[in-house]
């Protein structure tokens, strides 16, 4: 079997046509902007309408466009920055927490993460559910595992509702200290409760988040966060890493 040349490959017109509708979003859009009709685009840059459409899929796919139903496609806000491997350490619902409680129930984890907090396969977790939200839009879901024995007073806590309930777990697990944790990241494929509260279609691809929390010798809290791949990305420096901001007003930091 013969070896294909690369370089000999000529570049598919919709890939042309996608950089140079790059281009023109840093130096002629601003984020949220609407983008001219399929019709105008196709003539402004001589290409056929299906042409134009597969430049702007790979675009939605990249993160740069967002289609929206009775709005239109609108230019994309940067990507969120996720943190791994800092060294800054510190329990869920930190004052510095971008999350916003959502629910709390007791009930049995999955299986895997019961092994990680050893507990038995029926034993209930306070199963704490979270969202986040940038730019007016879901951009991340959470479900955070945490044993009762990491909060053996939430018994005396009065929270009638859902998010009270959940918040009073959060704020009980920080009377631990907090020895250390661990993250792994995997790229996955949204659950259909996924993608559901992250307004996406079942199978699109996110970022899954797992955390491990120490405190007292052992697991003391697991999260599983799903991250939307089309709107974050990895960081790994303490301080996140350099932002880039497209439009006309970019910026680094």
Not at 110 to 139: F, I, K, M, N, W
């Amino acid at each position: 079997m013969g070896t294909t040349q690369l370089e000999s490959v000529p570049e598919p017109k919709y890939w042309h046509l996608k950089t140079v509708l790059s281009e023109a979003l840093d130096s002629e859009f601003s984020v949220g902007e609407i983008l001219p009709n399929e019709r105008d685009l196709a003539a402004r840059f001589g290409v056929a309408r299906a042409t134009l459409r597969q430049a702007l899929e790979q675009l939605e796919l990249e993160g740069r466009l967002q289609r929206r139903r009775g709005v239109g496609t609108t230019v994309a806000p940067p990507r969120m920055g996720v943190a791994v491997g800092t060294e800054q350490h510190a329990w869920p619902g930190a004052a510095e927490d971008a999350w916003q409680s959502v629910d709390c129930v007791l009930a049995a984890p999955p299986t895997a993460v019961a092994d990680v907090l050893e507990t038995g396969s029926e034993e209930l977790v306070h199963t704490v559910r979270r969202s986040r939200v940038s730019h007016g839009q879901p951009v991340a879901a959470e479900l955070l595992y945490i044993p009762e024995t990491s909060v053996p007073d939430l018994s005396a806590i009065d929270a009638p509702s859902a998010a009270a309930r959940a918040r009073a777990v959060l704020r009980e697990l920080q009377r631990l200290e907090l020895e250390g944790q661990d993250r792994a990241v995997e790229l996955g494929s949204a659950r259909a409760d996924d993608a559901k509260e992250l307004d996406r279609l079942p199978g699109a691809p996110v970022l899954v988040v797992t955390t491990r929390f120490f405190a007292e010798g052992r697991t003391a809290a697991v999260s599983v966060a799903t991250y939307r791949a089309d709107t974050c990305r990895l960081t790994f420096a303490d301080s996140g890493g350099v932002e880039i901001h497209h439009g006309p007003e970019r910026q680094a930091s």
